[in-house]
């Protein structure tokens, strides 16, 4: 392994640096104001670099962070003059030669599978929309080569529209930082509840019953766009009731919280998903319950939203599965007609258009690693982490993750906020979309499900996940057990000032593509 220290130097030129133009970056302006705000780890060794559902300066104040955005003295500002000057001169490298030094290890030249492998093991993929530019001109540059190697020169020709994103990247600043071993506790959590027997696929809609109940698979995607997959994650399936926060998001994005809940409450119902029964108010209890969901749907009026959360990841649609859901859907008729007698619909909705609407969106088909970028949407703000897209207001997010939180696992809600404590909505499908705020977003898929409707191996696995990490809503109360902390480096330790991290660090024996 080689490290480049933090010298005083090497500190002014990256301070200085990172005020160049956000070049190649999807969703930023390049502005200095926009690249001064690349900021430094905390003291408690969390990573500011991502964006947060916080305005800055109230995130600074939470997490301890030092930001380049605050006004500098004159000193400071003679210091930055005098490093741009040395760097102009060629007395100091740039960070695209940092870089280059840090992954050749020494060696004249990079072979392009060497850094691609480099940039898999921080969790970063070569498809990753914001590293398009980067990816096309490796791609032409490696073909003038007859070796397929990059030297400095034409390294920093390939990496330098993208040099903010990677220089993040290598210096493990996202918010994962020791992104290969929290993919290998993944992993093992993966196997442990693969081993799992037990529960029935759904048939009451005869196409699920179709799918194979060995099938499993997880995926993630982190605020900041690092991906984890494992198992059947490229097999589609229907997102079933999984879809109902994500409708319910587009609506409140669309008409406002006040708006959307004239026609629905906010209340676990303490009632079966299907059930014929409404509030006090004559209203449904939530949007997570089929009769809220079927009123949402007739709130919303676009489907480009789905691509745009799922960064224009694969989602299709099934027409089976529409076609078998209307066929055999007497109690969501029998619902509407009710929802309709009681005036729950806005005027002039048209029932049975609504209806045929709500079984289409059900129908609606994803992978685990397209709707894993759907869930870390939500946990990003509303911003699609690999395209940088605002999607969602702030206001629909908290909101949708407030509801997924109460009233999202079925008549298991209850359980599941206590003993997991994070947002998560499952679908009869066997999927379980899982929201780690301002961290990441996972979905689960296995058919078999339990007795409650939820799947068998994703309650295990959400479970086993808040039991190794920190991810509870109340785990970072004051004096409570210490668990795995993966937004820190080294996990669990405290990153002292005496022990900052070097300039770059990359380990090629521990490089892995997580696929």
């Known amino acids: 392994m080689l490290h480049f220290r933090s010298t005083v130097a090497l500190k002014e030129l990256f301070q200085t640096q990172l005020k160049r133009p956000l070049t190649g970056r999807v969703g930023v302006k390049a502005t200095p104001a926009t690249a001064a705000c690349f900021s430094t780890r905390s003291l408690d060794g969390r990573s500011p670099g991502r964006r947060s559902a916080f305005p800055p300066q109230h995130f600074a104040r939470r997490h301890g962070v030092r930001s380049f955005c605050s006004k500098s003295d004159s000193h400071n500002e003679t210091a930055k003059d005098s490093t741009e000057k040395r760097r102009k001169a060629g007395i100091l490298p740039s960070l695209e030669d940092l870089l280059f030094y840090t992954i050749a290890e020494g060696q004249e030249k990079i072979p392009a599978h060497k850094f691609t492998t480099a940039l898999k093991a921080t969790g970063l993929r070569t498809g990753d929309p914001r590293l398009k530019e980067c990816m096309e001109m490796l791609k032409v540059t490696v073909k003038t080569t007859s070796d397929g190697a990059l030297d400095r020169h034409l390294f920093k020709k390939c990496v330098q529209s993208n040099i903010v994103l990677l220089t993040q990247a290598f210096r493990k600043k996202f918010v994962i930082p020791d992104f290969q071993s ?54 589609p399936f229907c997102l079933q009731s999984c879809v109902k926060p994500l409708k319910y998001a587009i609506a409140v994005h669309d008409h406002g919280t006040e708006y959307v809940h004239r026609f629905i409450g906010k209340e676990p119902s303490g009632l079966r998903f299907n059930k014929l029964f409404l509030n006090e108010e004559d209203k449904p209890h939530n949007p997570m319950v089929n009769a809220g969901a079927i009123v949402c749907t007739s709130l919303i009026k676009v489907m480009n939203f789905m691509n745009k959360l799922a960064g224009n990841e694969y989602v299709g649609f099934s027409n089976a599965t529409f076609q078998s859901e209307r066929e055999s859907g007497d109690r969501n008729f029998a619902i509407g007609y009710y929802l309709k007698e009681k005036k729950c619909f806005p005027e002039g909705t048209d029932m049975t258009s609504i ?12 992978t685990c690693e397209s709707a894993s970028v759907m869930a870390a949407t939500l946990a990003n703000g509303g911003f699609c982490p690999i395209t940088g897209e605002r999607v969602l207001s702030p206001e629909s997010v908290r909101d949708t993750l407030s509801l997924m939180h109460s009233c999202g696992m079925y008549d298991f809600s209850g359980q599941f906020a206590f003993h997991v404590g994070l947002p998560a909505k499952s679908g009869v499908a066997g999927g379980i979309l899982l929201v780690v705020p301002n961290v990441m977003g996972i979905m689960c898929w296995s058919p078999p499900l339990d007795k409650l409707g939820n799947s068998v191996r994703g309650i295990q696995f959400c479970t086993d996940l808040v039991s190794l990490c920190n991810f509870h809503n109340y785990d970072n109360l004051r004096h409570f057990a210490k668990k795995l902390d993966p937004r820190r480096e080294g996990g669990d330790q405290r990153v002292s000032p005496s022990n900052m991290l070097p300039f770059f660090s990359f380990s090629p024996s521990s490089s892995s593509s997580s696929s």
Not at 183 to 208: F, R, T
Not at 355 to 360: A, C, H, V
Request: glycine content about 6%; hydrophobic content about 40%.
């Open 182 to 235: 929290f993919c290998a506790h993944m992993d093992e959590l993966y196997v442990k509840a693969k081993n799992m027997s037990g529960g029935q696929v759904a048939d009451y809609i005869p196409q699920l019953a179709r799918f194979s109940p060995d099938l499993w698979a997880v995926a993630l995607c982190t605020v900041d766009g690092q991906r984890h997959t494992v198992g059947d994650t490229k097999v």
């Open 355 to 366: 209806l045929d609407f709500y079984f289409q969106l059900c129908s609606i088909e994803v």
